[in-house]
């Protein structure tokens, strides 16, 4: 209306009958104890608390236009911010390459990793922290949704075939055996650790851990010096395998292959960058069926 400088103007502009728009006027002006125009001959003039309310108007819908196009930003993943949790494994040597097919086609959102053990991204979950945290151990919390996206295997890790190396020339062994030879073991939280531990208890077979190692590179270098053997990812160990820096001693009677998950909020409604990063996720780790877990 101030714009326009008349209430016809303002019926016009607004799409509504003249005799409506100088009722809303009049009811607002009585509400407020205050008149906001001044009705002159040709057109009307705002008073000064017409001219306050008018540029406070006029922020208003600035800031409705200004979120409108934002959240237009957002939907389109033209912005916006994706924070993914991951345990060691996952984190090292999956997500990058998700974040990598990501950026490629979003590089406007910003991409946030967070490698921790399986409780704390857990944990980080539960508080909001995370949009998504993606481990490799059991997950326990009523609050989360749980999915299995992917399995993993676990192998076990000599050095180099030499003597004096723990199982220097064996090139496979029996589960039971693994009680006679110093294990390297992550540290307590680690969801590798717990999906190896439940395995052996499972089978009754107690390991003595030489050592615990807060990550598994720290645990492959140990192992190439000689200090013991651990059980670690496949997928942590093909390179050093394949160049002959560590290698893999069968264990005939023992498999240990576990999930891998993609944990959220129960609840809570993902973002479109959340989205798009699941369905990434699965197009390059995806099984064909995949597992639902309810925990």
């Known amino acids: ?56 108007a006029r922020r208003i819908f600035a800031e409705e236009k200004a979120a409108e196009r934002e959240i237009g930003e957002l939907l389109g993943l033209h912005r916006g911010r994706l924070a993914v949790g991951a345990s060691t494994t996952i984190g090292s040597y999956l997500v990058p390459q998700v974040f990598g097919d990501f950026g490629a086609r979003h590089p406007d959102v910003t991409l946030e990793l967070q490698i921790d053990n399986t409780h704390a991204i857990q944990n980080d979950v539960l508080a909001g922290g995370l949009d998504l945290g993606l481990t490799e151990g059991f997950a326990d919390a009523e609050a989360l949704d749980v999915n299995v996206f992917m399995h993993d295997e676990m192998v076990l890790i000599a050095g180099p075939d030499i003597a004096g190396s723990p199982l220097a020339g064996v090139k496979s062994l029996r589960a039971a055996q693994l009680a006679d030879v110093p294990f390297i073991v992550r540290e307590s939280g680690s969801g590798t650790r717990d999906v190896i531990e439940a395995a052996l208890v499972e089978r009754g077979i107690e390991v003595r851990p030489a050592m615990r190692l807060g990550s598994t590179e720290a645990i492959k270098n140990a192992v190439v010096c000689g200090l013991g053997v651990a059980m670690v990812s496949r997928l942590t160990v093909a390179l050093e395998c394949e160049i002959g820096r560590l290698r893999e001693v069968e264990v005939a009677d023992l498999k240990i292959r576990r999930a891998l998950h993609c944990l959220s909020l129960r609840g809570k409604q993902p973002s479109p960058a959340a989205t798009e990063f699941l369905a990434l996720l699965h197009g390059r780790y995806g099984q064909t069926q995949t597992d639902r877990a309810r925990v």
């Open 1 to 56: 209306m101030i714009e326009q400088r008349s209430i016809t103007g303002a019926a016009q502009a607004l799409r509504i009958s003249q005799p409506a728009v100088s009722r809303q006027l009049a009811e607002f002006e009585a509400a407020l104890g205050t008149r906001l125009v001044d009705r002159l001959p040709r057109g009307i003039r705002p008073t000064a608390a017409g001219e306050m309310l008018g540029e406070r």
